[in-house]
């Protein structure tokens, strides 16, 4: 058994209304002391409206080596791309 603290993945909120945008990483025992070390260590100038914290093992992600399974764009769903009507002539500019 380690003797170290998990990880914690650190994501800040710049202003209302932004995405969080993942900032850093902190180790704490438990979620509350990854909040407080988060504000600590990354909000020092009070940069943030908002912080979210993760466990790191907590966080499942795609395999690069996936990307085609993952994100190929589907021309066989026509559906997913608006091509197949007109747009009023007043709404043009869009």
Partial sequence: ????????EVFIRA?????HKHCGSVHAP???MALQAARDVY???????SIW???ADQIVASDPGDKHEFFDP???KIYRHPTFY?????????
Wanted: proline share 5%.
């Fill in 1 to 8: 058994m380690s003797n170290e603290w998990p990880l914690w």
């Fill in 30 to 32: 438990d979620a509350t």
């Fill in 43 to 49: 909000t020092r100038r009070q940069e943030g409206v």
């Fill in 86 to 94: 007109q747009l009023p002539e007043e709404v043009n500019h869009i």
């Fill in 15 to 19: 202003k209302a209304g932004l995405d």
């Fill in 53 to 55: 914290v993760v466990r």
């Fill in 74 to 76: 589907m021309q066989d």
